[in-house]
């Protein structure tokens, strides 16, 4: 971890919000946003869609390992990590040491609202994602725990109010907002 600066990691599973609350703070703490997803898919110079279908998981999975590798050394960013990274004992070892690990949680029902309608995620374009959702929430959950240094709940919290509640708790890490957090 780089004890100055330390980035921070969100983790959760697909639709738990990391994208749209690791935007959200990254611009209350005034640091950079990355998205492990979309650096995948610019480095690749292709969508996920495409990478599992011409490399099949495994393939996405050692380009995510290599992006989360990189990406974790860098100091003061927030990081919105992909639903699966947990999945490699390598990332979670990646995650864990060098950052402050946000375990973002929304409940399996939660998740399929927020992601029935989005095609971008391949693991999910099957005949019954909930089902899909729920094992994969069965077997992540402990990992999502395991990596965390903090676990907040995402299911019924508006993202900015998410936003000011995280700040809170990053405050007892040292990572404090440059804007000063917002009231609702
Ligand atoms: N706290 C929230 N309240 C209401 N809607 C939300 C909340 N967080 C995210 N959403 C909505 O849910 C959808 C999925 O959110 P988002 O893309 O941020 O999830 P994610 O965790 O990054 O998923 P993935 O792992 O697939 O990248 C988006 O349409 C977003 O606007
Ligand atoms: O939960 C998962 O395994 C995934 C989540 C997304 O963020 C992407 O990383 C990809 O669609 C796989
Ligand atoms: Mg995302």
């Known amino acids: 971890m780089v004890e100055e600066l330390p980035s921070v990691f969100l983790v959760g599973p697909m639709g738990a919000g990391k994208t749209t609350i690791g935007k959200l703070l990254a611009k209350q703490l005034g640091r950079t946003f990355v998205d492990s997803d979309w650096y995948i898919e610019s ?31 860098k100091p003061h960013i927030v990081l919105a990590t992909g639903g699966g990274a947990v999945m490699s004992a390598e990332n979670r070892a ?74 809170q708790q990053l405050a007892s890490f040292n990572i404090s907002s440059a804007v000063g957090s917002k009231k609702e």
């Open 43 to 73: 480095q690749t110079g292709a969508d996920i869609a495409w990478i599992f279908a011409k490399e099949g998981e495994a393939g996405f999975r050692e380009r995510e390992t290599r992006a989360i590798d990189e990406l974790t050394q």
């Open 94 to 167: 990646f995650l864990n040491q060098r950052g402050i690990v946000v375990y973002l949680n929304a409940p399996v029902d939660v998740q399929m609202a927020r992601t029935a309608k989005d095609k971008s995620r391949p693991l999910l374009q099957q005949p019954n994602p909930r089902q899909i959702l729920q094992d994969l929430y069965s077997t992540r959950d402990p990992l999502y725990r395991q990596v965390a240094h903090i676990i907040m709940p995402t299911g019924h919290t508006y993202p900015r109010h998410m936003v000011n509640q995280l700040l």
